[in-house]
């Protein structure tokens, strides 16, 4: 680097020496360096815009619409996940809720309601957030019925809680109610809690719907106070006389062996009856006029001396479900006297019942008595099946029986050989017949008898889908097939006959497939069982 002055202005000037310039080689290499790391540079910014892609979208999912819905829509969610069970699907002695015969099998002995006995879905709802608090508190409706479970005494404080939200947040709405007690509950003192108890009695009006399951006396007590109940449900009652408040539309009473006084007989239209003494049932059935559903299981023996049996006949006309098991020893003398004078008019749905292996002749008024409306048959529990074979010939030749059902029957061929019969008039025996249900034992086996008896009857008269169903005790259980039944059924259905085949309520794939039904493990081991014996 030199200096030298301006000639002109006088100043210093300094010029750089030529050497500090770049030369050619220099300046190629600088530029791609600089290249290189704009390269570098583009490749972390695609990385963060990457990362930014992520970032946001993680953002939109924590503000998800679902943070902002209406209270309308809210309330719609709320009320689809506080909805309460139906008692009636939940507890079922038979499982039958998966048949085609629903309506028969049907029925609650235990407890149904709206709270699990884990936890509370309302009251983890209201724990989400005050915006879902103040929306689950503002539908008054999914408040108003609970199932408790207060068996362990650790657990009732707990249990009296929530007891107290849903008779506070339900304000002044119709309230059901479902206690399950201890068994030594008679022992104790109170009605549930002495932090709840008072709420109860001040509630106790409002209560529409009430299932106890061991009460202590004193929840027993409050029957004369319940001015708007309409289902009451009773299990393990201690008392020796039973009142039934007025009004109560749908009774279920279990586990009591003692009488029953009801206020209003003219109001129950369902009465479901388990283990009670026989001669409290047949009275209950002779004093409710306008009964809908009738059924009576596992009858006790009878706690009044002084029995005064029907001597003339009495009318149902309203009854269209009714059930009773029948004793062919212990309570004879009230299944013959019911048999005898009972009239169902309007009838749909017998379900009959033999508890014991017997001479069942007795029965034979009611079945000659059926009228024209029935149109589901079940039999039940009849281990001898001679009973209910017998029976059928009662049945007038005219009936319009659309399902037979077979529920734990022994000897299955027995009965089913029946349907091959014709009457007088040359009709097919249940001429109206669309389907069979069968719940089998476990040690029944289908054989080819049953394609048979299938195939002689739905070719001499076809109907539009005839049902055949098996139910396993339980849903992973296996259907007794053998392979031969499968193959005739697979071969029938390729022919022309309009047959459908479920198990456990599930439509079998095997009927319809191209290449026949293929044998299983199980179905094999079925077969080798069958040439042995």
Not at 21 to 28: A, G, K, V, W
Not at 265 to 278: E, F, Y
Not at 343 to 353: D, E, F, N, Q
Request: proline share 6%; hydrophobic share 40%; glycine share 4%.
């Amino acid at each position: 680097m030199t200096s030298s002055q301006c000639p002109y202005c006088h100043q210093r000037c300094i010029s750089v020496s030529p050497s500090l310039f770049p030369t050619d080689d220099n300046s190629h290499h600088e530029v791609e360096r600089v290249h290189e790391e704009i390269r570098q540079v583009e490749v972390l910014l695609g990385g963060l815009q990457q990362k930014r892609v992520a970032l946001l979208r993680r953002l939109n999912h924590l503000q998800s619409t679902i943070s902002h819905l209406p209270p309308e829509t809210l309330g719609l969610i709320f009320s689809h996940a506080c909805a309460p069970a139906q008692s009636n699907q939940r507890h079922d002695e038979y499982e039958m809720a998966r048949s085609t015969l629903t309506p028969m099998a049907q029925w609650d002995e235990r407890l149904g309601g709206g709270v699990g006995y884990t936890y509370c879905i309302q009251l983890v709802l209201c724990a989400v957030s005050s915006r879902w608090r103040e929306v689950m508190l503002s539908m008054r409706h999914l408040w108003t019925s609970v199932d408790l479970d207060v068996r362990k005494k650790r657990k009732i404080k707990y249990q009296a809680s929530i007891l107290r939200s849903f008779l506070n947040n339900s304000v002044s709405l119709p309230f059901s109610l479902n206690l399950h007690f201890h068994h030594e509950s008679d022992l104790r003192h109170g009605l549930l809690d002495e932090s709840v108890d008072p709420l109860i009695k001040q509630n106790v009006s409002r209560i529409s719907t009430l299932r106890l399951v061991h009460p202590p006396d004193e929840f027993l007590s409050l029957m004369g106070f319940l001015p708007i109940l309409k289902e009451l449900s009773v299990k393990y009652c201690s008392r020796s006389v039973l009142g039934i408040p007025p009004g109560c539309q749908h009774l279920t009473l279990a586990q009591h062996f003692g009488d029953v006084m009801v206020a209003t007989v003219n109001s129950i239209t369902v009465l479901r009856l388990s283990s009670i003494p026989i001669d409290v049932c047949l009275n209950l059935l002779r004093q409710c006029p306008n009964l809908a559903e009738y059924r009576n299981r596992y009858p006790e023996v009878h706690v009044n001396d002084d029995i005064e049996l029907p001597r003339t006949p009495f009318t149902l006309s309203r009854l269209e479900i009714f059930e009773w098991r029948a004793h062919a020893t212990m309570n004879s003398i009230f299944d013959e006297a019911m048999c005898n004078y009972i009239r169902l008019p309007a009838l749909r749905t017998l379900v009959w019942g033999e508890l014991v292996t017997g001479e069942y002749g007795f029965a034979s008024p009611l079945f000659n008595h059926l009228p024209r409306t029935l149109s589901n048959l079940e039999f039940v529990m009849s281990t001898s099946m001679a009973g209910a074979r017998a029976l059928i010939d009662f049945i007038p030749e005219d009936n319009r029986v659309e399902s037979i059902a077979l529920s734990r029957c022994g000897k299955l061929p027995d009965i089913l050989s029946r349907l091959k019969e014709r009457s007088m008039s040359g009709q097919w025996k249940f001429s109206q017949l669309k389907s069979i249900v069968i719940r089998p034992l476990r040690h029944d086996v289908f054989d080819i008898f049953l394609a048979e008896i299938l195939n002689e009857r739905l070719r001499d008269e076809p109907v539009d889908t005839f049902v055949l169903e098996v139910i396993t005790e339980h849903e992973n259980l296996p259907v007794p097939w053998t392979t031969n039944l499968k193959q005739r059924l697979w071969e029938m259905v390729n022919g022309g006959i309009n047959l459908e085949i479920m198990e456990n309520g599930k439509l079998v794939g095997w009927l319809h497939s191209d290449q026949g039904p293929i044998p299983s493990l199980v179905e094999e081991a079925l077969e080798e069982d069958i040439r042995n014996s």
